[in-house]
């Protein structure tokens, strides 16, 4: 295997962690914090916006030096960020670290993205970008429940305080590992910028934004809902997030298969499709205690399935502007994260139980399939037939 993967899959680990462990431990940083549950999902709202905003201004400071240089030092503010997280003293500082903790996370997955495609062999290069996604399933397979086992038995500080760690761990593995790739000195990052003057360059950020929103929509409120609804020990939420790590690692390998073995766009519409379905049967059994575990699994399995090609139609699209758009791809990812998170709220902060955001993320996948679809008979197809 090769060992540049390897380092990228640590990034992901660290990055996976420091996204996904506030799903499992936000009823224990809201009652840390003495905060409401809404009140406390600000911290997945800024965390994302950190990730729009870094995005692209941090691809764009760095677009003349070469991609180790690059993912090391964004490492190194990933590693900075989180410690401050874990250790801000007050409530505000908290919410704004929050936010600076999100800045590197889009730049480091859209640089990676496009090394991860030059390190596969021809064809392959879904399954690479897949393996660098395998460090997020991982982290929610075991570093997920385990950071909430740490937050609700202990404190969810100590979990960060590790998270920044994994960073300085992954700091350390793309300095040994990671070929020297040279710079691109004729990168012309307005060129790269002006991919976005393109109307299919806004679809695809709709079809990412909102479509991965139905994800976020259920996940954000996990633990609440399968204790308040399926009435789980809140002991229990640590299996939960296991078995949905578990099925993330599975969906993550078949999603990338799927995208090399029938093109990005039509998985992405297979994976949005059976997201809604999937979405749909959580709201309906939510309130059955034994169907929690294997819907855990499932809706984490199906849901993952789209990262790899997703990151893939968007590398393809945007020929000269492979790194921007990929990474631009991960603030679309988080804007879908935010919307996810907010608009779950709702209904929520209007009384209705916690099974209802999966509705939400019902609507939000449906639209995220239907644009896609769009975007394979709008832009694919014709660029085929030229």
Excluded at 51 to 56: E, F, I, K, R, S
Aim: hydrophobic residues 55%.
């Amino acid at each position: 295997m090769n060992k540049a993967l390897i380092a990228l899959a640590f990034g992901g680990l660290a990055i996976g962690m420091t996204e996904f462990t506030m799903m499992g431990i936000l009823p224990d940083i809201a009652k840390d914090i003495d905060v409401d549950i809404p009140t406390a999902s600000n911290l997945i709202a800024l965390y994302a916006l950190g990730v729009v905003v870094g995005a692209p201004t941090l691809v764009a400071l760095t677009s003349k030096q070469s991609p180790k240089k690059v993912l090391l030092f964004l490492m190194l503010l990933f590693f900075v960020f989180n410690g401050f997280f874990a250790f801000a003293p007050s409530k505000a500082l908290l919410f704004i670290t929050r936010f600076i903790s999100g800045l590197p996370h889009g730049a480091f997955f859209g640089v990676g993205s496009v090394v991860a495609a030059r390190l596969a062999k021809p064809g392959k290069e879904a399954q690479a970008i897949s393996m660098m996604f395998t460090g997020m399933t991982i982290a929610n397979l075991a570093g997920v429940p385990l950071g909430t086992y740490i937050g609700h038995h202990y404190s969810w500080r100590i979990t960060y305080a590790v998270i920044s760690l994994l960073g300085l761990l992954t700091f350390l593995a793309i300095y040994v590992w990671m070929p020297k790739f040279e710079a691109n000195k004729n990168n012309n990052i307005l060129k790269q910028i002006r991919y976005f003057t393109r109307w299919d360059a806004w679809l695809m950020v709709g079809v990412i934004a909102i479509g991965t929103g139905g994800l976020f929509a259920w996940i954000s409120y996990i633990a609440p809902l399968v204790t308040h609804v399926s009435g789980l020990d809140p002991d229990r939420v640590p299996f939960i997030m296991i078995l949905i790590g578990l099925g993330m690692f599975f969906g993550n390998i078949i999603g990338g298969k799927l995208a090399d073995t029938i093109s990005p766009s039509k998985a992405a519409i297979t994976s949005f499709s059976a997201m809604a379905i999937c979405l749909v049967v959580v709201f309906f059994t939510a309130h059955i205690q034994e169907l929690a575990y294997p819907m855990a699994f499932v809706t984490g399995m199906i849901s993952f399935t789209i990262g790899s090609p997703l990151q893939m139609m968007l590398i393809n699209n945007a020929k000269g502007a492979e790194t921007f758009a990929a990474s631009a791809g991960q603030a679309s990812f988080n804007i879908g994260n935010t919307l996810g998170a907010y608009l779950g709220a709702i209904p929520i902060s209007l009384g209705y139980a916690y099974n209802y955001p999966s509705l939400i993320g019902v609507g939000m996948a449906t639209i995220g399939a239907l644009l896609a679809y769009v975007f394979l008979i709008k832009v694919v197809r014709p660029q085929m037939n030229v």
